[in-house]
């Protein structure tokens, strides 16, 4: 500043120096030359305030740039926060699943425990009526034993000890459930009762049993073939209750046919209670049944509530966190605002702002600008620098015929071929060489020696020709692997797949869709994105990217951001409701 204070005041003494010398030793001027001499002086002053004006524009530049880098600085930190949040809120969503989880889990649990007590309660009762009939049996045989004199010492040992060979049983929850089939009926008090000849005592304490005061002579009882039609309903009504596959076998089953049973006669009393037994056993069989059905159904609507419970809690979530997510974005967005704002009104008065915002806003662009010229000038020279090494290695006479065949590379790979290449060229010559020589000899001309160097220069020309071949598929697949490694670099670097269709359209596809693709036209140095059904399905990327940041880099980013986003909150999803 110094400096160009002190040139100005040498500027000016200059000035005033020539005009009193000039006007010593000049003599009297035109008018000509005082308008002169004013319209310098002007353009002097003129000239002075716009270099000062220049050197305050480039420190308000400055002072622009070292706040556009706070801002960037703060820009980085609230993205960070913002990531840090949508980690936490994954690590709830994972958290939230195991714990549903690990519920399900416990009410699938629970309900298979009430299932097997309540198998448990079933076999417990039946079991504990029949002990109680044992022992009522067993009672009544003491009795029966005491009044014959049989209830002697060694009879009660021999009772006493009957048990000492049997086990202790141990039932498991599987055949606690089959335990709990059958009826509290269903209990076999005697394993012969069947062979009872006497058919009139088994009315008789049958009728006892069941309470009733018939007379015997008047039931009209056919006792010749009471067991029979006993043991045959047993047969048809109670395979269940037949134990280790035991079958009980009737007597009386060859002497009785069914023109003989159909002409049995029963009282009324035996009748209802044989009817009375089976519909017990029936209704008992379906009460079961209902059981188990009941459990099943309310197992059933336990889940599909809870499947509705999870469904509702899922859509909750899921609509809590978009908010949340919209909230940060606005957030960050106003505090991006806010302290650019007031950063401007701490550098510049508000008459002043508008003008500032445009100037930062002109300095980002260009700074963005120079950015990308410096990246594509090292792209560039990297380029040049891999195509002199793959030139050197192909050497000056090596390269693709005009019309290659069995290629095999992929459809977005360029080729260049030589107009004529060294090949072509070699078997050019030979054929002439081969025309020379058939005229020669058709003059009647034969040189031996230059016979000879002929066919030299044919052997050296082969030799050239395989060596130019075999070079040639050598750069080829240098080529296809070079082109192959340099898509790869760049799918795993930007996240898209480029295919060129030729010199002009660039189809551009990103690795987290590649069933969709964008369409861009080159035209000189531009490259122009074409409408299409999945470039208007981003319409509002365009706008915001193309439109107001006029970055096409920025556009593409922001779509493989998104892409990405959607793909972990499917996986997400999808393992919650796995």
């Not at 009324?268 to 044989?274: I, R």
Request: hydrophobic share 30%.
């Amino acid at each position: 500043m110094d400096d160009e204070n002190e040139s100005d005041a040498t500027r000016f003494f200059n000035v005033k120096s020539s005009r009193e010398f000039s006007r010593e030793f000049l003599g009297k001027r035109s008018q000509k030359d005082v308008d002169q001499e004013r319209k310098i002086r002007h353009l002097t002053l003129l000239l002075a305030e716009a270099e000062a004006n220049i050197i305050d524009k480039q420190k308000f530049v400055e002072l622009a740039k070292i706040e556009a880098k706070e801002l960037h600085g703060r820009e980085k930190d609230a993205y960070e926060k913002y990531e840090k949040t949508v980690r936490e809120v994954e690590a709830l969503k994972v958290e939230i699943s195991r714990l549903r989880l690990i519920e399900r889990d416990y009410n699938d649990k629970k309900v298979s425990g009430d299932f097997i007590l309540q198998s448990y309660r079933s076999a417990l009762s039946k079991y504990k009526s029949w002990h109680e009939y044992a022992t009522k049996q067993l009672e009544t045989m003491k009795i029966m034993l005491e009044g014959c004199g049989k209830w002697d010492r060694d009879n009660r040992y021999k009772i006493y000890f009957s048990y000492k060979s049997l086990p202790p049983t141990i039932v498991t929850d599987d055949q606690a459930t089959e335990l709990a089939m059958g009826s509290v009926v269903d209990y076999k008090g005697i394993d012969d009762v069947e062979s009872i000849m006497d058919e009139r005592d088994v009315a008789k304490y049958l009728n006892n049993s069941t309470q009733t005061e018939e007379n015997d002579s008047s039931s009209g009882i056919d006792y010749s073939s009471f067991n029979s039609t006993r043991s045959l309903g047993r047969l048809g009504n109670n395979n269940g209750s037949l134990l280790h596959g035991s079958v009980i076998e009737n007597p009386f089953q060859e002497s009785y046919h069914g023109s003989h049973l159909s002409s049995i006669k029963m009282s009324g009393s035996e009748l209802q209670y044989l009817d009375l037994k089976e519909r017990m056993k029936k209704m008992e069989l379906e009460n079961i049944q209902l059981k188990d059905q009941l459990y099943l159904a309310r197992d059933g609507a336990k889940k599909a509530s809870e499947l509705k419970e999870q469904n509702r809690g899922l859509i909750n979530e899921v609509s809590f966190l978009k908010q949340k997510i919209q909230t940060i974005y606005d957030e960050k967005e106003k505090l991006a605002e806010n302290i650019q704002n007031k950063l401007f009104a701490d550098l510049v008065g508000p008459s002043r702002r508008a003008e500032s915002r445009e100037i930062i806003e002109k300095v980002m662009t260009e700074k963005e600008r120079n950015d990308t010229l410096l990246r594509k000038n090292v792209e560039l020279e990297e380029e040049i620098r891999r195509l002199s090494a793959a030139s050197q290695f192909q050497n000056v006479g090596s390269s693709q015929s005009s019309q290659p065949s069995n290629q095999t590379v992929e459809e977005s790979v360029v080729y260049r071929h030589m107009k004529e290449n060294p090949f072509q060229q070699a078997v050019k010559e030979h054929e002439e060489r081969e025309n020379l020589k058939r005229r020669r000899l058709d003059d009647g001309g034969y040189d031996l020696v230059q016979s000879m160097e002929q066919l030299e220069e044919i052997k050296k020309l082969k030799n050239e020709i395989e060596k130019l071949n075999a070079q040639s598929d050598r750069a080829r697949a240098f080529q296809n692997e070079f082109a192959r490694r340099y898509r790869e670099s760049v799918r795993n670097i930007t996240g898209y797949d480029i295919k060129m269709r030729n010199e002009e359209f660039i189809d551009v596809s990103n690795v987290y869709d590649l069933g969709n693709h964008f369409s861009f036209q080159r035209e000189g140095k531009e490259i122009n994105l074409l409408d299409s059904e999945y470039a208007k399905s981003w319409q509002q990327f365009m706008e915001k990217y193309l439109h107001e940041y006029d970055s096409l880099a920025c556009f593409m980013s922001a779509v493989t951001i998104d892409l990405r986003s959607r793909q972990l909150q499917q996986q997400t999803t999808d393992s919650r409701f796995a």
